[in-house]
């Protein structure tokens, strides 16, 4: 079962920062929680990941509570091509390396 | 560009035939993993092979055959398929071992499916 809790969607304006919200208030101490996108007819894209410190790429901002029950993905600046699902997913730390989709937020860049 | 590369990118079958989907990655991946996905839902993990190894099937029904032939590449062979099981099935690939199995999967851009 997924671990994760995301709006189904959200609008955003163009060139304005995006913030998807993400639940996950089972997490464990050492599980990470991780950000991919997918755009129509194309696979999954990693965006970052982070365990509770707050991490930085040159795409995107995770934004981790201190209880770390919740997260938030930040773009800083929205175009029209960020315009996909995003999914937060909880890593389950085993030799098997499960990765577990939740429903995702579907995030749409208006100009 | 995908640094996985999934082949072909569509197939469309019967529900007789065998046929083979392909997944090729040369980025030193150790651990290989296929997805299945539905239209308008997320990714479902279907196997994880770990060192050429099948380490996770999540109950895939056995007209899913999955192989490791080497490190860099990962096949499932599809017999006797149903319609429902039409969908795009995803391959990925991450590093394996310590904290390298905390890093990232890399995604190729799917096979779509189609049962006739």
């Known amino acids: 079962d997924a671990k994760t809790t995301q709006p189904p969607s959200m609008d955003c304006a163009e060139g304005r920062a995006a913030n998807l919200p993400c639940n996950h208030s089972?997490?464990?101490?050492?599980?990470?929680v991780y950000w991919y996108r997918q755009i129509h007819s194309q696979g999954p894209q990693y965006i970052i990941h982070g365990l509770k410190n707050n991490e930085t790429n040159e795409m995107a901002s995770l934004i981790i509570t201190e209880d770390r029950k919740s997260s938030t993905l930040i773009l800083p600046h929205a175009t029209l091509r960020d315009t996909a699902v995003y999914y937060c997913i909880v890593r389950v730390l085993n030799t098997g390396n499960q990765f577990y989709f939740g429903t995702g937020t579907s995030l749409t860049v208006i100009p | 560009d995908t640094e996985v590369t999934q082949t072909p990118k569509h197939l469309v079958m019967g529900m007789t035939n065998k046929k083979s989907l392909k997944c090729e990655q040369h980025?030193?991946?150790?651990?290989m993993y296929w997805y299945k996905q539905k239209a308008k839902k997320p990714p479902e993990l279907m196997f994880v092979y770990s060192y050429e190894k099948l380490s996770i099937n999540e109950s895939v029904p056995s007209r899913f055959s999955p192989e490791c032939p080497n490190s860099s590449l990962l096949n499932l062979h599809l017999h006797a398929l149903q319609p429902e099981d039409s969908a795009l099935y995803l391959c990925?690939?991450?590093?394996?071992?310590?904290?390298?199995?905390?890093?990232?999967?890399?995604f190729g851009d799917g096979t779509r499916l189609s049962i006739l």
């Open positions: 089972t997490i464990s101490g050492n599980e990470y």
């Open positions: 990925a690939s991450s590093q394996e071992g310590g904290t390298a199995s905390r890093g990232p999967q890399h």
């Open positions: 980025m030193g991946h150790r651990a």
